[in-house]
């Protein structure tokens, strides 16, 4: 009988206890706010990350955030196994010479950067070509001093070169050519290799090759990977480091 009415207690007192809680958390601001309805993403941040620029994202939680804001010309298709590559911003995958050392991409018409005080009136511009090439000799600007520079080092005609030029003037110029990085038209872009390379379209893949724009770049400086301005599905809106994207 005694532990019968113990029994009763326990079981009035969890119930009391469940009520409390649940009136607690149903009355705290997180339950009661208007959730905003939209295409917005709120990200969580457990950890420092490196930096929302592609030439310099080298690690899990970097890598991460600018998969959202920018592209590339491929990607691994997330659901498919064994991993298969398919295009992003080219329009298929590229043609490949015989010799196997040029890979001609069609990039896509009507991509546009994100709207951002970088460009004209804030809006953004249209992807051309150019801004593969663009995008490709930062990888190898030694003032840049990119972490993924290790994805294109030797593997493109004429860029090495190119990057010890840069280094004797102890200044990168951009609208030097370099034979392996072309754009013979706004949506043909033409990358020639020194030889063969089975890994290059996975190479392509990696954030470091996403493409950025020259504008956005120039404007924010040093500050360029606290300011993502991308081709990709989200734009950054705020940003407080060490809680919230």
Known sequence: MHERRL??????FRTILTGILVGAVL???????KRTVGNVLRTGVREKYKSLDPAHGQDYYSNTLIRRAYEGLLEYHYLKRPYVIEPLLAEGMPAVSRDGLTYTFKIKQGVRFQDDK????????ELVASDFVYSFKRLADPKEASE???????KIAGLNEWAEAARKTD??????PVAGLQAPDAHTFVLKLTKPNPLILHSLTMPYTN???HEA?????????????????????????????
């Open 211 to 213: 493409v950025v724009a």
């Open 118 to 125: 970088a460009f004209p009136d804030g809006k953004g511009r």
């Open 148 to 154: 993924g520079w290790w994805v294109l080092d030797g």
């Open 171 to 176: 200044k990168a110029d951009y609208l030097a």
């Open 27 to 33: 009355a705290s601001p997180g339950c009661t706010r």
């Open 217 to 245: 770049v120039a404007r924010y400086g040093k500050e360029f990977g606290s300011h993502p301005v991308g081709t990709g599905p989200f734009r950054l809106d705020s940003l407080t480091p060490l809680q919230a994207i």
């Open 7 to 12: 029994r009763r207690r326990s079981i009035c």
